[in-house]
């Protein structure tokens, strides 16, 4: 059996997000991956990484081509992470090579971690490189079974009332208030498009066979405009948001108004956790707010 040490940092956000399931998921993660290792053949190739909520090793396929096992909580985000890799097949995402849907282990293609697109000097260049990948990703339908906007959005117009009446300050409360508007004029058209939802600039990697690829998609199906907002946020700019705004429903082709409506709906979502969870309001999606509402 090979020892493979579980970061402390992924045990505290196990912990944090996912209580006792979490708790148990890092209990077990030793032996589950080396069973992973006995069951494809897996030799490690390389020290472990990881994420806020997976664990990654390097290994080598038994004709040693250079692969990355996965091994996450499965839960309501990361369920439907094989049915989009496999939906996109390789093109502009990681490929995914082999999976387990009782736990949710993937073995997928290795891309270059030591190229992230986060350390690309140009953040204007970086944007476009994303728009670029989403562009392509949210073309392709939605396949059944993947989580579905429509629902979020819907919950979030039923739990915003009562959550936002928690917030002091009344212009904040106010603006997020205007977000709620905002998706309830777009909610009862969500889309059914493929969505990353999760394609900021430290989940896109350089790779031998394309300059980028996308990893880690949380998958849903729905309109492109709410894959818009880990973009704008990246190494956040307040005199940049409108240039982000702007070039990403170009690239994407989206209706600019819509657009806005679901970028705001998506700021209401981060709120909506924070607010759940006690924490404090992020001024960056603030500011995202204050300057799209009348944009």
Same mark, same amino acid.
């Given at each position: 059996?090979?020892?493979? $040490?579980?970061?402390?940092? @992924?045990?505290?956000?196990?912990?944090?997000?996912?209580?006792?399931? *979490?708790?148990?998921?890092?209990?077990?993660?030793?032996?589950?991956?080396?069973?992973? @290792?006995?069951?494809?053949?897996?030799? &490690?190739?390389?020290?472990?990484?990881?994420? &806020?909520?997976?664990?990654?090793?390097? &290994?080598?396929?038994?004709?040693?081509?250079?692969?990355?096992?996965?091994?996450?909580?499965?839960?309501?985000?990361?369920? *439907?992470?094989?049915?989009?890799?496999?939906?996109?097949?390789?093109?502009?995402?990681?490929?995914? @090579?082999?999976?387990?849907?009782?736990?949710?282990?993937?073995?997928?293609?290795? +891309?270059?971690?030591?190229?992230?697109?986060?350390?690309h000097p140009d953040a204007h260049e970086a944007t476009l490189v994303i728009?670029?990948?989403?562009?392509?990703?949210?073309?392709?339908?939605?396949?059944?079974?993947?989580?579905? +906007? *429509? %629902?979020?959005?819907?919950?979030?117009?039923?739990?915003?009332?009562?959550?936002?009446?928690?917030?002091?300050?009344? &212009?904040?409360?106010?603006?997020?208030?205007?977000?709620?508007?905002?998706?309830?004029?777009?909610?009862?058209?969500? *889309?059914?498009?493929?969505?990353?939802?999760?394609?900021?600039?430290?989940?896109? @990697?350089?790779?031998?066979?394309?300059?980028?690829?996308?990893?880690? $998609?949380?998958? +849903?199906?729905?309109d492109p405009a709410f894959d818009l907002w880990p973009a704008i946020n990246?190494?956040?700019?307040?005199?940049?948001?409108?240039?982000?705004? %702007?070039?990403?429903? %170009?690239?994407?082709?989206?209706? !600019?108004? !819509?657009?806005?409506?679901?970028?705001?709906?998506?700021?209401?979502?981060?709120?909506?956790?924070?607010?759940?969870?006690?924490?404090?309001?992020?001024?960056?999606?603030?500011?995202?707010? !204050?300057?799209?509402?009348?944009?």
């Amino acid at each position: 059996m090979i020892r493979i $040490p579980v970061p402390d940092e @992924l045990a505290a956000t196990q912990l944090k997000y996912n209580g006792e399931a *979490g708790r148990a998921f890092i209990t077990a993660l030793p032996t589950r991956t080396n069973d992973f @290792l006995d069951r494809w053949n897996l030799r &490690v190739d390389g020290r472990a990484m990881h994420g &806020v909520t997976a664990l990654v090793l390097p &290994v080598r396929r038994p004709d040693d081509t250079p692969a990355v096992l996965k091994l996450q909580l499965l839960d309501d985000e990361s369920e *439907g992470e094989p049915t989009a890799l496999r939906v996109w097949n390789g093109d502009h995402a990681v490929r995914l @090579l082999d999976h387990d849907p009782t736990t949710g282990t993937m073995l997928l293609e290795r +891309l270059d971690h030591t190229r992230m697109l986060s350390h690309h000097p140009d953040a204007h260049e970086a944007t476009l490189v994303i728009a670029g990948l989403l562009s392509h990703l949210t073309a392709i339908p939605a396949p059944p079974g993947i989580r579905r +906007l *429509g %629902d979020i959005a819907t919950a979030m117009l039923n739990e915003a009332p009562q959550a936002l009446h928690r917030i002091p300050d009344p &212009v904040t409360r106010t603006l997020l208030e205007d977000c709620t508007a905002a998706l309830r004029e777009v909610a009862p058209d969500p *889309g059914d498009r493929l969505l990353h939802w999760d394609l900021h600039d430290e989940n896109v @990697l350089a790779a031998t066979r394309a300059p980028w690829l996308a990893i880690d $998609p949380k998958p +849903l199906a729905g309109d492109p405009a709410f894959d818009l907002w880990p973009a704008i946020n990246n190494r956040f700019d307040p005199d940049d948001i409108i240039w982000r705004f %702007d070039a990403l429903t %170009d690239a994407l082709s989206l209706d !600019r108004e !819509r657009a806005r409506a679901w970028t705001l709906a998506r700021i209401l979502q981060n709120a909506l956790w924070n607010i759940e969870d006690g924490d404090p309001l992020e001024e960056p999606d603030l500011e995202i707010a !204050r300057r799209l509402r009348h944009a």
